[in-house]
């Protein structure tokens, strides 16, 4: 009976152990290829049988493994969001005096509360360096969801333009 046991131990040992995967010790940096060629989106399948998709990747790097995770899936993120929901706001200035020209540009861009959801897939690769940990991911959706998303955002914005239209509106009443 003990031998039963024991062997049955060993075995969900092995068995636990075979589901671990070794986190890649490197010397120096990289990126994988999917990160540096991060589509915005593409079709995948062939003919009748083909989706589209768009995709938004993100890094992160920190002494702590779930640190570096968090900070590439929320640049991810908001790399989806700042193309569902993003204002900008940019000027040129040039003055001109005494014959010398000074420009300046401005941009501003911000990205406003975006839900998000249903995405498809997540592909990640990670690995430490010299103590860090470096992580990588690649979000992936259909074209679907993300025009989607993008008509909620639109719609939201109309209706706290007509919210604040109105609440002027009727301030002005008093």
Same mark, same amino acid.
């Given at each position: 009976?003990?031998?039963?046991?024991?062997? $049955?131990?060993?075995?969900?040992?092995?068995?636990?152990?075979?589901?671990?995967?070794?986190?890649?010790? %490197?010397? !120096?940096? /990289?990126?994988?290829?999917?990160?540096?060629?991060? #589509?915005?989106? &593409? !079709?995948?399948?062939?003919?009748?049988?083909?989706?589209?998709?768009?995709? &938004?990747?993100?890094?992160?790097?920190?002494? +702590?493994?779930?640190?570096?995770? $968090?900070?590439?899936?929320? +640049? $991810?993120?908001?790399? +989806?969001?700042? %193309?569902?929901?993003?204002?900008?706001?940019? /000027?040129?200035? !040039?003055?001109? #005096?005494?014959?010398?020209?000074?420009? %300046?540009?401005?941009?501003?861009?911000?990205?406003?509360?975006?839900?998000?959801?249903?995405?498809? #897939? $997540?592909?990640?690769?990670?690995?430490?360096?010299?103590?860090? +940990?470096?992580?990588?991911? %690649? @979000?992936?959706?259909?074209? #679907?969801?993300?025009?989607?998303?993008?008509?909620?955002?639109?719609?939201?914005?109309?209706?706290?333009?007509?919210?604040?239209?109105?609440?002027?509106?009727?301030?002005? @009443?008093?």
């Amino acid at each position: 009976m003990k031998k039963v046991i024991a062997v $049955a131990l060993a075995a969900a040992a092995i068995t636990g152990c075979s589901s671990m995967k070794e986190v890649e010790n %490197r010397k !120096t940096y /990289a990126q994988p290829s999917w990160y540096q060629e991060c #589509e915005q989106h &593409a !079709t995948e399948g062939y003919f009748w049988w083909s989706k589209e998709y768009v995709y &938004a990747c993100g890094a992160g790097e920190s002494k +702590f493994q779930q640190a570096a995770e $968090a900070q590439s899936e929320s +640049f $991810a993120l908001n790399s +989806f969001a700042s %193309r569902i929901n993003t204002k900008v706001n940019s /000027a040129t200035t !040039t003055d001109i #005096e005494d014959n010398k020209r000074t420009t %300046r540009t401005t941009v501003k861009s911000s990205v406003d509360n975006t839900r998000i959801y249903d995405q498809v #897939e $997540a592909k990640k690769m990670a690995y430490t360096k010299d103590g860090v +940990f470096y992580s990588f991911i %690649r @979000l992936k959706m259909t074209k #679907e969801t993300y025009e989607r998303l993008k008509n909620e955002a639109r719609g939201q914005l109309c209706v706290l333009t007509q919210l604040r239209t109105t609440c002027g509106w009727q301030l002005s @009443l008093w």
